[in-house]
T-cell receptor, first 113, second 114 residues
């Protein structure tokens, strides 16, 4: 079956530091890949997505590239802010499986001023 | 467009009681998904609907769980004879059902079973 593995947190950074959260996946077909973010006290929000190999998703300074050869979708941001403190979830979906999402366990990121 | 809404936001119940949650999707979204999220974990798929048809149920969804979407709009998730292990955040998401689907999530219903 499908699965998503992401690095465990918490990740603690200083403001303006570089952030990387690793995500790898296992899928039977050709999935779409997503990063969702959950800010404190709020619901899940889509951060970015990529639907095919070599696509790059980007939003709010975050980027992730769909790497089929390494089955990875690592999330990066060049200069984090305190407001980026949240839990980040990597996820995949497959059309053949009703597009239901399979999530990783989440990575908590804490950015200190 | 007011987004996906869920009610109630919090529910505290005693073991053995029945509870029902409601989800109102984004209008014109024909797919509706239910997920469950326990503390410190990622959401896990429970079931989904295409309009009023329930197309898939996870093995996580025991016989005590039932979901409906009677007119292809809002959905309800009922848990009968609740157990302490049912304590979790129940999330609803909706989408247009296109090939490269994007699901939009509601704020969730937090269930605590005492």
């Amino acid at each position: 079956g499908n699965s998503v593995t992401q690095m465990e947190g918490p990740v603690t950074l200083s403001e303006e530091a570089f952030l990387t959260i690793n995500c790898t996946y296992t899928a039977t077909g050709y999935p779409s890949l997503f990063w969702y973010v959950q800010y404190p006290g709020e619901g899940l929000q889509l951060l970015l997505k990529a639907t095919k190999a070599d696509d790059k998703g980007s939003n709010k300074g975050f980027e992730a590239t769909y790497r089929k050869e390494t089955t990875s979708f690592h999330l990066e941001k060049g200069s984090v802010q305190v407001s980026d403190s949240a839990v980040y979830f990597c996820a995949l979906s497959e059309k053949a499986a009703g597009n239901k999402l399979t999530f990783g366990g989440g990575t908590r990121v804490l950015v200190k001023p | 467009d007011t987004g996906v809404s869920q009610n109630p936001r919090h529910k505290i119940t005693k073991r053995g009681q029945n509870v029902t949650f409601r989800c109102d999707p984004i209008s014109e979204h024909n797919r509706l998904y239910w997920y469950r999220q326990t503390l410190g974990q990622g959401p896990e798929f429970l079931t989904y609907f295409q309009n009023e048809a329930q197309l898939e149920k996870s093995r996580l969804l025991s016989d005590r769980f039932s979901a409906e979407r009677p007119k292809g709009s809002f959905s309800t998730l009922e848990i009968q004879r609740t157990e302490q292990g049912d304590s979790a955040m129940y999330l609803c998401a909706s989408s247009l059902g296109t090939v490269t689907d994007t699901q939009y999530f509601g704020p969730g219903t937090r269930l605590t079973v005492l």
